[in-house]
């Protein structure tokens, strides 16, 4: 795989700009382009406040919130515009601006399917909120069409990505994120793996899964390093990974995506959530 296209999703916000300014360093890494998409929505709360007037005043009082969330939406998009101007000029670079109306993940899961690369930030809001199962970066991970980049929200320097961190488990998406993120890890100054695995798989046991991914990553000529050593306890807990990142001091962690289905992931532990919500470094999933 290689980066050639990456799609940012922008929003009114200073960690828009980080997002722009992180797809513009790789850009010009991989010879890439990019493309900025605002995307306007109805927010739900607009029409919950319309419906709380007196049946004779729901009409005109939904009337005025389109209204209200109209302008508001207007002005957020002259400063997200404004916004990617700046950063084309100050980093002389172009940038392709694309503008849609509708629902957030389904919008920019549609519009990723012709990308190698969605930047999103981790506090992505669903358009409707109330009785969100999964967080909506889980979501887009299973429905986009590449690999999503998820930084963090309070991210305010832009990531370089030297320092890779690989949470592997053996299963078919941490595989699959391993040889979406080839590009990277064939640039990083140093890789390191991590075992996430819970239990052993069908076949192989934890020990030759981790031979068999070093020797993956050296044909690729990556001398990636297993913190885990032979006959190491896996890492099972989210939290520990965090202590791994900082120690390690990484600044990016390869994870696989949760694979199931979000009524499945209201009954069972998901560990990709849970990384999703706590982790300080961006977070590259693939399903």
Known sequence: MSIKRILVHVEDSESSRVKLETAIGMAKHFNAVVSAVYIKT??????????????????PAITEELKKNDDVAVESLNNVSHMVGQTERLYH????????TGDTKHLLAEKSHCYDLLIVNSE????????????????????AGC?????????NSVCQFEKPLIAWNGTPESARAISDSMPILEKAKRVSVVNMQKRHANFTSRDELNEELMRYLKLHKIDARL?????GAAIKESED????????????????????????ELFFHSQTKELLNIAKVP?????
């Open 42 to 59: 109805l927010g739900e709360q607009s029409l919950v406040s319309a419906l709380a007037n007196p049946p004779g005043m729901i009409a």
């Open 93 to 100: 670079f172009e940038i392709e601006f694309l503008t849609y």
């Open 124 to 143: 992505l809001e669903s358009d409707f909120g109330v009785g969100q199962i999964s967080s909506p970066s889980n979501t887009l991970a299973t429905k």
């Open 147 to 155: 690999p999503i980049l998820v930084l963090p929200g309070d991210s």
């Open 227 to 231: 913190l885990n050593k032979k006959n």
């Open 241 to 264: 990974i965090n202590k791994v990142i900082n120690k390690n001091n990484s600044d990016l962690l390869v994870l696989g995506a949760y694979g199931y289905s979000q009524l499945r």
């Open 283 to 287: 977070v590259l999933l693939s399903k």
